[in-house]
């Protein structure tokens, strides 16, 4: 998914009858390996929804690119005014994630590393662990099948994923609800003490087809703790093409588009 999908969840258009996978390696195979090579996103919406129902529109452009195996995802927040300019880079290595954020207020990039990554993106219910996690479809996680299902009259694969040990995360368990046919995931539920703490749920009515690959025009984002949400609409998918190598580079990325 966010795999971008980052936000935004691609996987490869299957003609076949969804039958099951037999392990989770291959599910998130089927997740990972069907990202276009280069994406485009227009305009991406983030809508923030506080306790209280007040909302906040946040407008941008997402791109993403897989260079050998490795995924790149950049954000590039046009409106509103004061977070105009603001950017988010992530960029997989082979030693594991990189992130670094830029605000036009402080006029630097700055890395984050350590509890930093439970910090809310651009004041959303996204934490840059949560974005990391949807991004790279799951990666790097120990992931087990529960079995399969039905969602929202769709045919799904229940997988678990569960941190490695040593690795340092806010949930103890990430439970997935993956489209077999698309290798889209249309519910995620983030648990902690046993119980679910955040949630991403998307209709199936929300799948959309650009240029072969499958994605979700939008999803929501409960913090069931907080008691707040926030909304993402995709806009204006584009895939293939050759993208700017400075959206990626951690001295330029904040250029976005513009540069």
Not at 14 to 29: I, M, Q
Not at 128 to 142: C, I, K, M, P, T
Request: with cysteine; proline share 4%; hydrophobic share 40%.
């Amino acid at each position: 998914m966010f795999a971008a999908a980052v936000l935004v969840a691609l996987a490869a258009a299957g003609a076949r009858a969804a039958p099951g996978f037999d392990s989770a390696d291959a599910l998130l195979a089927c997740m990972r390996a069907n990202l276009p090579p280069t994406l485009r996103i227009e305009q991406i919406q983030l809508t923030y929804a506080d306790r209280a129902g007040h909302r906040r529109l946040l407008q941008g452009t997402l791109y993403a690119e897989r260079e050998h195996g490795l995924l790149r995802t950049m954000i590039h927040i046009d409106a509103p005014g004061d977070l105009a300019g603001s950017s988010y880079l992530g960029r997989e290595t082979a030693d594991g994630q990189e992130i670094y954020l830029y605000l036009p207020a402080l006029n630097r990039v700055r890395r984050i590393v350590g509890a930093g990554v439970n910090g809310a993106l651009f004041g959303t219910d996204l934490s840059y662990a949560d974005v990391r996690q949807l991004e790279n479809a799951f990666s790097g996680a120990h992931a087990r099948l529960e079995g399969g299902g039905t969602l929202d009259g769709r045919s799904v694969e229940r997988l678990l994923l569960s941190p490695r040990p040593g690795e340092a995360s806010r949930y103890d368990l990430i439970r997935a609800w993956v489209d077999r046919q698309t290798c889209v995931a249309l519910k995620v539920d983030f648990e902690a003490g046993g119980k679910p703490v955040k949630q991403l749920t998307a209709p199936a009515r929300a799948l959309r087809q650009s240029d072969g690959y499958w994605y979700l025009e939008r999803m929501q984002l409960h913090d069931l703790e907080q008691g707040t949400s926030t909304e993402l609409r995709v806009l204006g998918v584009q895939s293939g093409g050759k993208l700017p190598s400075p959206l990626f580079d951690r001295n330029t990325f904040y250029l976005g588009g513009g540069m």
